[in-house]
């Protein structure tokens, strides 16, 4: 074991940050931490590296472990050039080198038992340089450069002119390099690309030393962790498996602590019951009773009421037009900024009700791509055209278009004015904005704060196309939940950029990844692309196999080969018929549901009959023909779950 915290606790004047929190953590083990925004979860990594110390608990770490922790906006002060800053975890090593050399060097000027003190001096030398990777860390640091996607010619780029989000990737590399047996990651993720996730993904599976990580990018937590810790109402629990079986764990404990307490209270009130009847009867033998019953009752062990989930955002989107059956169409699209080519030859057509996700590395020119389309950015070449009826509502991933000196309430009063005060409250409390909060200026709130304003404004909207630039960063895994039903139940269109990938499994009928040569789509999930880019790759590659001359490096085309239009009717028919059986599910519930209320009525209008046989018996009648409908219905449920 190399970490355990035991009952810690945490508060900062009267408010109560953290109060139970109880886990432990094994040498190799890779866990996650997970929980609302505000949860508490930065505090603990505070705690855990010694920046802020508990009020309560006790917290164990094992003896000269090293730690090595990544906070979410690291704030690098340095002169040396992106490639120095890297080199200089291996400071050590180098001086070792170099120490090696110059002993080398100097070997012929001893003798004796000089001599033999100075090879032994150099023996441990070369053994510490040879344990420590001394021959190996370059090529080491060149991989964790290029993993985290910085190209060859921004080695030389000094730190001093880096975006703090390209001084946290600087940072996260010199962490993996260093190694340290603890390591801590804060929103790792936040600041990669799809390619450089999926290779921070490779690299921790393989780590030696153990990890802990807070995160929103569940993809990611499926991939590396093997434990979660869950964060809620100020305490912990643990579940021990990655993000999906926690998720899942969750919700079927939540259903049976809710359905346990309900039961235990039915009893209870049933049992009080008993007992003032048995009471009210005032005789000896009767009273006996209702004591006994008490004395059990009191004996009974009492369930606490589940705890009630933190505030969670309700967001419900309805297009109030609908738009034609073409919604957007882009032919030869091309962007150059100061000649540097950003991408051209850009195709694609949107239908209504699609849901498309943009994918690509950064710097490709998403964001370039959706203000072109908005005619924010103008473009080199090409045609845009919006079918009919179209109303655009635009996500800005920057929130820029927000007015940073309104109060929440008055942006969007400002934005709707015909929404009475009250009107305004009830939707900005679908978005967790209660009380005064609808007043805080909009310059004071956090990314996600801004991200909840900005989906309120889009809710409000007449928008039957949703352009989204990135709408899950900074919501918590919770939000990102309801904004993925919210989107799945959209009757409009919606066209997004995103490196969430679990969100784009969730909720994209068509990716369109985006290249310095155009457009590659393909007609389904991020699983399904990467199950069809594979593929397309092992074809070039046995192309190449076969006729290294005539074989082509991959590229985008306006209709690439595979996905065509057979493809893409397919995944909508299956999507189709998916969506019809659910229907027929849905009815025969409801139906089910209302004969076994008829037949539980039935019951008691026959005991109330029980005087009048010919009116009981025509109930009993009644009950029997409800009876054999309800196991038509449950025979029928079965058959359509099974097919």
């Given at each position: 074991?190399?970490?355990a ?8 004047g009267i ?5 139970k929190i ?13 929980g ?7 505090t603990?990594?505070?705690?855990l590296t010694?920046?802020a110390?508990?009020?309560g608990?006790?917290?164990f770490?094992?003896?000269d472990?090293s ?5 979410q ?12 800053e ?8 180098m ?5 090696l ?10 003798e ?5 003190d100075?090879m032994?001096?150099?023996?441990a ?7 420590n990777?001394g021959?190996g860390y370059?090529?080491r640091?060149?991989?964790v ?8 010619k921004?080695?030389n780029r000094?730190?001093?002119?880096l975006?703090?989000g ?6 996260l590399g010199?962490l993996?390099?260093s190694?340290?047996d ?13 390619a ?13 030393g153990?990890?802990l990580?807070?995160?929103h990018?569940?993809y990611?937590?499926d991939?590396i962790v ?6 809620e ?8 498996g990655n ?5 899942q764990?969750k919700e ?7 359905k ?12 009080e ?10 005789r ?25 989930l933190?505030?969670?955002m309700?967001l419900?989107?309805?297009p ?7 919604v957007?169409?882009a032919?030869?699209?091309s962007?150059t900024?100061?000649?540097?080519k ?5 195709f ?13 590395p950064?710097g490709v020119?998403?964001s370039t791509?959706f ?20 109303h ?8 820029q278009?927000?007015?940073e000196s309104k ?5 969007i ?7 009475t005060a009250g009107q ?14 609808v ?5 004071a ?8 304003v900005?989906?309120?404004k ?6 039957n ?20 039903d919210a ?7 919606v066209f ?6 679990y969100?784009?499994n969730?909720?994209a009928?068509?990716?369109?990844e985006?290249?310095?040569e155009?457009?590659v789509?393909?007609a ?24 290294p001359?005539?074989?082509q ?8 080969a595979s996905?065509t ?9 299956q ?5 019809k ?19 539980a009525?039935?019951?008691?209008d026959m ?5 009048d ?10 009950k029997t ?5 309800l196991e ?12």
């Amino acid at each position: 074991m190399i970490l355990a915290a035991r009952q810690l606790q945490k508060s900062y004047g009267i408010d109560v940050i953290l109060e139970k929190i109880t886990f432990h953590l094994e040498e190799r083990e890779k866990a996650a931490v997970v929980g609302v925004n505000g949860a508490g979860k930065t505090t603990l990594f505070r705690i855990l590296t010694g920046e802020a110390s508990p009020d309560g608990g006790e917290l164990f770490l094992k003896k000269d472990v090293s730690v090595g922790y990544l906070a979410q906006n690291q704030k690098i002060e340095s002169d040396q050039t992106i490639y120095e800053e890297m080199l200089s975890v291996f400071r050590k090593i180098m001086e070792t080198e170099s120490k090696l050399r110059e002993m080398e060097n100097e070997m012929g000027q001893y003798e004796g038992q000089e001599l033999s003190d100075k090879m032994a001096e150099y023996a441990a030398l070369q053994l510490f340089f040879e344990q420590n990777d001394g021959y190996g860390y370059q090529s080491r640091l060149r991989g964790v450069l290029k993993g985290l996607g910085f190209s060859e010619k921004d080695w030389n780029r000094p730190m001093n002119q880096l975006s703090g989000g390209q001084k946290t990737r600087v940072w996260l590399g010199r962490l993996l390099l260093s190694r340290p047996d603890l390591l801590l990651l804060d929103e790792p993720t936040n600041h990669l690309d799809i390619a450089s996730i999926e290779w921070l993904e490779d690299f921790l599976r393989s780590y030696s030393g153990a990890v802990l990580i807070i995160s929103h990018d569940r993809y990611f937590l499926d991939r590396i962790v093997t434990k979660v810790i869950e964060i809620e109402n100020k305490k912990s629990s643990v579940f021990n498996g990655n993000y999906t079986f926690y998720s899942q764990q969750k919700e079927i404990l939540r259903e049976s602590q809710q359905k346990a307490y309900d039961l235990q209270q039915k009893e209870i009130r049933r049992q009080e019951d008993v007992i003032r009847t048995l009471r009210a009867y005032n005789r000896e033998k009767f009273i006996k009773r209702a004591e006994s019953r008490e004395k059990a009752l009191d004996k009974m062990e009492r369930l606490d009421r589940p705890e009630a989930l933190p505030d969670q955002m309700r967001l419900t989107l309805t297009p109030q037009i609908i738009s034609g059956s073409d919604v957007l169409h882009a032919e030869n699209l091309s962007k150059t900024y100061n000649g540097h080519k950003v991408f051209q030859n850009v195709f694609f057509d949107i239908k209504r009700g699609d849901k498309v996700a943009v994918i690509g590395p950064n710097g490709v020119g998403k964001s370039t791509l959706f203000k072109m389309l908005l005619k924010e950015v103008s473009s080199d070449s090409g045609l845009i055209r919006f079918g009919t009826n179209v109303h655009v509502g635009y996500y800005d991933q920057e929130q820029q278009k927000l007015d940073e000196s309104k109060s929440i309430f008055d942006e969007i009063a400002d934005t709707y004015p015909t929404l009475t005060a009250g009107q305004i409250r009830n939707v900005l409390a679908a978005f967790v904005f209660t009380n005064d909060d609808v007043f805080k200026p909009i310059s004071a709130l956090s990314g996600g704060e801004k991200g909840r304003v900005s989906l309120a404004k889009i809710m409000l909207s007449k928008a039957n196309l949703l352009m989204l630039d990135e709408p899950t960063n900074h919501l918590d895994m919770f939000s990102k939940e309801v904004l993925e039903d919210a989107i799945n139940c959209y009757e409009g269109t919606v066209f997004y950029i995103s490196h969430d990938r679990y969100f784009i499994n969730r909720t994209a009928e068509k990716i369109l990844e985006l290249t310095r040569e155009g457009v590659v789509q393909y007609a389904g999930n991020y699983d399904y692309y990467l199950e069809k880019k594979a593929e397309r790759e092992r074809n070039e590659a046995e192309k190449l196999r076969e006729n290294p001359q005539a074989a082509q490096p991959l590229k985008a085309a306006p209709q690439p080969a595979s996905d065509t239009k057979n493809d893409w009717l397919r995944q909508k028919e299956q999507q189709a018929a998916e969506r019809k059986l659910a229907n027929k599910i849905a009815r025969i519930e409801t139906e089910i549901e209302e004969t076994e209320a008829a037949i539980a009525k039935a019951d008691t209008d026959m005991a109330a009959a029980s005087s009048d046989y010919t009116k009981a018996q025509e109930i009993f009648e009644q009950k029997t023909a409800l009876e054999e409908k309800l196991e038509t219905l449950y025979a029928a449920w079965e058959e359509l779950h099974e097919s």
